[in-house]
């Protein structure tokens, strides 16, 4: 989502879903106990509507279920409801997410009837055993045959994967990356594996038959996945569960959690390219890096853990960052000196 898309997001937890895979309980994810109803998309709209106009594009967004799996005539009340809204001039567009078994010919008609615009499909792995390990109930094939659908629609298509499942490694989670990438995505969100209390994931990590994916996991597979997408041109919208009160409250019993997921793991790539970049360099030295203004702190590492790990690694006298006129997430060596010389 770019800094010009204003979300709406309405939440439909569990509807549609004829699966409950072993991760998921989206109404402890979403913050919302309740399913949607027409009323509760045009109370959405009016808060959303209080709020000051900023110019970006306002779009309701059903989240939290698998939307076109719902009984045909629930959906086209919420969707009506919002479709309303967009006739009106309070809304922009409409997109929603779902599950890529359930795509069809009717579905893409009744979508495009109302005016659907960006459908996002919750992938989650392009392994099949792991797919079958957590109770998806669909396939790579699935996920493949729905995506190519959608794009030859006309819609804007988003994936959704996750790292860390059961019978995922660093490995797979990084082939899921480049599958993905090869169907074309407009964009991706990244969802490292949150064990959620209540789930059968966590009576799994309970019994010790499934191994956390721990924050630290997440920001080294996720490191190595997201240069993947940027390469690729494909942004990533989002890393990273949603901080809820629940979650946050203890809800979250172990896993990738953590509010500035996103942060940690760009500062870890940045923390790589750095090392790159150092490989040549005397020990001893100082050295001066330099990187545009908004990635300064991702260079430089929460409490300058980054600065810490380089000197250390490169048993280097001194290293400093600045501001320097490159391109966002571009690293430059500015000055190496060594015994008094540069």
């Known amino acids: 989502m770019s ?10 937890p569990h509807l549609g879903c004829p699966q409950r895979c072993v991760f998921c309980d989206q109404k402890r994810i979403s913050g919302s106990e309740q399913p949607a109803t027409a ?9 959303a509507a209080a709020l000051p106009l900023t110019g970006a594009k306002r779009q309701l967004a059903f989240y939290g279920g698998s939307f076109t799996a719902i009984p045909a005539a629930r959906q ?97 989670d990084a082939e899921t990356a480049r599958r993905l990438i090869a169907l074309q995505p407009d964009g991706v969100r990244i969802y490292p594996t949150v064990i959620v209390r209540g789930t059968e994931l966590w009576e799994m990590w309970e019994r010790g038959e499934y191994r956390e994916h721990t924050v630290e996991d997440a920001v080294r597979v996720c490191a190595r996945i997201l240069p993947l997408f940027e390469a690729a041109g494909i942004p990533v919208i989002r890393l990273g569960l949603n901080p809820t009160e629940e979650l946050s409250a203890g809800e979250a019993a172990g896993g990738a959690y953590h509010p500035a997921l996103g ?42 853990e980054n600065l810490r790990r380089l000197r250390g690694e490169f048993r280097l006298a001194e290293i400093k960052v600045v501001s320097a006129p490159v391109n966002e997430g571009e690293i430059v060596i500015l000055s190496v000196e060594k015994d008094g010389r540069i």
């Open 3 to 12: 800094a010009r898309e204003c979300v709406i997001p309405v939440f439909v």
């Open 76 to 172: 086209e009340e919420l969707l009506a409801a919002a479709a309303d809204a967009v006739s009106r001039g309070e809304l922009d567009g409409i997109r929603l997410s779902t599950r890529p078994d359930a795509i069809d010919g009717d579905v893409l008609a009744r979508l495009r009837r109302y005016g659907v615009e960006t459908v996002e499909l919750g992938a989650q792995s392009m392994d099949d055993e792991v797919l079958r390990l957590c109770r998806r109930g669909h396939t790579a094939r699935d996920v493949e045959n729905a995506a190519a659908a959608l794009k030859a629609a006309g819609f804007r298509l988003i994936l959704q994967m996750m790292t860390g499942l059961p019978g995922s490694d660093g490995e797979r």
């Open 263 to 304: 942060e940690l793991v760009r500062s870890r790539v940045m923390l790589e390219k750095a090392r790159e970049l150092l490989t040549e360099i005397a020990p001893g030295s100082r050295v001066t890096l330099g990187t545009a203004e908004r990635t300064l702190s991702q260079l430089i590492g929460q409490k300058r």
């Open 39 to 47: 009323e509760t998309v045009r109370q959405a709209i009016k808060t």
